[in-house]
């Protein structure tokens, strides 16, 4: 004989199919099979027995009037077994709005509340309170050209030279409104991989959409955050030259890019799966096929328009305009000032600011260039990429306490020797233009007498060497030396409160000699 459900149980199976539950979910949440739940239902639904030859069965109620349970469609929200976990209702909603699991909400009512249910008795409560407060989801439709979702998913195995398999990930790019996509396959999802592959998908849609729709993988987003997410430095340099905007999801919500997700199964499940490949290059190849040949002639499923048409017909002009070059791709990354001012890139050294000394700078460079920014992003240096082993320093990255007196030049020792006086200038000039280059010493150990002679000395001994032709600094120096500055004539003075007459100094030898 099959085993008998109880009462309880038999209330509850029909109390759910009497709301439109199918048998495999009623099993799979009372833990029964499915075709018990279907043969009670059906047992419940047939009509009482009418024996003529007994009137015993005439007076009893079928199975569902024994049970209590009315056969109408829509049945009283309280109709079923009363729940353990109901007399915690609101501690159970309160805890699941703070984010707690059914593991640590049984934990706590075990320990807190007493409470002698099972943990599967909380999973299935919670389960019913999501799926009585649930709302739908809403659709959200883009217009022409405002939006494309990306997204990585698993690409084909591809058979390396030694017979061994690597994996790929592939990329892919779709238009929210026409569903037009580019997909292509790489190793690593790094940076300059995520950013080549989109730029890629610029090129094969012949356009830029406004925004891009990505997750929050770490070669975008450094910092994710719904409201406020922090962008890796390098994606915002290449937004900024597409014209184009990055709004990452929420974290852990994939539905706010689900245009896409559906279209990376897609290309998994008809494209790739089963596949193998020897190349990256073969793979990608044949994605491109399969694009154009497969992907874009199908009638999509949602906007039950043929995807080329679509695009064709009201995405394509509506796409922002290709720049005339290429995003010009650089290496990025975070460097000191050294104490000398210079920060090294590929073991060559390039100059700063000397207000950044010790500080933390961003410094970019390509093949030709390197570009030094402070931390608002900001550019404060540009210099053309050296050999390694090379410096390049800027002369206005030199603090002017360093700078010597050479390299100040010799306009600036002219401007200096003509504020002594205009014969010193004229001689300084006159020697300049016979001694060339060397005489830039020859001014700066000028300027430097001035620390030890008048400028009127200085002023007459240049006057007199150039008027014989003497344009050497040891000149000035001697003629400084022999003439010298006048020095002040003082008068004695022969009478004075202080000085004694000589006749008291007479009287005292007198007196000196006489004792003798």
Not at 43 to 56: I, N, R, T
Not at 268 to 273: D, E, G, I, V
Not at 438 to 456: C, P
Request: hydrophobic share 35%; aromatic share 8%; with cysteine.
């Amino acid at each position: 004989m099959a085993n008998q459900l109880k009462m309880a149980k038999v209330h509850t199976i029909l109390t759910l199919r009497a709301r439109g539950w199918s048998y495999r979910r009623i099993g799979r949440e009372l833990g029964v099979h499915r075709e018990t739940a279907a043969r009670y239902a059906r047992l419940a639904e047939a009509p009482p027995k009418s024996d003529s030859g007994d009137g015993a069965d005439q007076d009893q109620p079928n199975l569902p009037a024994r049970l209590g349970v009315q056969n109408r469609p829509n049945p009283p929200t309280g109709s079923g077994p009363r729940s353990q976990a109901e007399p915690f209702r609101a501690f159970i909603i309160e805890c699941l709005d703070q984010g707690l699991s059914c593991q640590r909400i049984w934990q706590d009512l075990k320990s807190e509340h007493a409470f002698e249910g099972s943990y599967d008795s909380i999973k299935r409560f919670a389960r019913r309170l999501r799926t009585d407060g649930a709302l739908p989801f809403r659709r959200m439709e883009c217009a022409p050209g405002e939006e494309a979702q990306v997204d990585f998913g698993t690409g084909a195995p591809i058979v390396m030279p030694d017979g061994k398999r690597r994996r790929t990930h592939v990329l892919r790019v779709v238009l929210s409104h026409s569903r037009k996509a580019y997909s292509e396959v790489v190793y690593r999802q790094t940076t300059e991989q995520f950013i080549r592959c989109i730029e890629n998908a610029f090129c094969h849609f012949g356009g830029v959409p406004k925004t891009l729709v990505i997750d929050n993988l770490k070669a975008a987003v450094t910092k994710a955050d719904w409201f406020d997410p922090e962008l890796n430095p390098k994606m915002l340099a290449f937004c900024a030259h597409y014209d184009t905007t990055v709004l990452p999801t929420k974290p852990y919500t994939p539905r706010h890019k689900g245009k896409v997700e559906r279209g990376v199964d897609y290309v998994q499940n008809n494209a790739l799966k089963g596949k193998i490949f020897k190349s990256l290059s073969e793979q990608n190849e044949y994605l491109l096929r399969w694009e154009t040949t497969v992907a874009d002639t199908r009638i999509h499923g949602t906007t039950r328009r043929q995807v080329k048409k679509a695009f064709e017909d009201s995405e394509r002009a509506a796409l922002l305009p290709l720049p005339i070059a290429r995003f010009p791709f650089f290496q990025e990354v975070e460097r000191k000032v050294n104490r000398d001012g210079h920060v090294e890139v590929d073991k060559s050294y390039y100059s700063a600011p000397p207000e950044y000394l010790t500080r933390t700078v961003w410094v970019r460079w390509d093949s030709r260039v390197v570009r030094i920014f402070n931390r608002r992003m900001e550019q404060i240096a540009f210099h053309v990429k050296h050999e390694p082993g090379r410096f390049s320093t800027q002369s206005e990255h030199i603090a002017e306490r360093k700078r010597s007196g050479i390299e100040k030049g010799a306009v600036y020792q002219l401007e200096k020797a003509r504020l002594i006086g205009l014969e010193t200038g004229r001689w300084a000039e006159q020697m300049i233009h016979q001694r060339g280059i060397e005489g830039v010493r020859v001014l700066m150990g000028l300027l430097n007498l001035a620390h030890r002679h008048s400028s009127g000395s200085i002023e007459e001994a240049c006057a007199l060497a150039a008027s014989h032709g003497a344009y050497r600094l040891r000149t000035i120096r001697e003629l400084l030396k022999r003439r010298g500055d006048r020095q002040e004539q003082f008068e004695f003075l022969d009478e004075h409160p202080i000085i004694r007459p000589l006749t008291d100094y007479g009287k005292l030898v007198h007196t000196a000699f006489g004792k003798e």
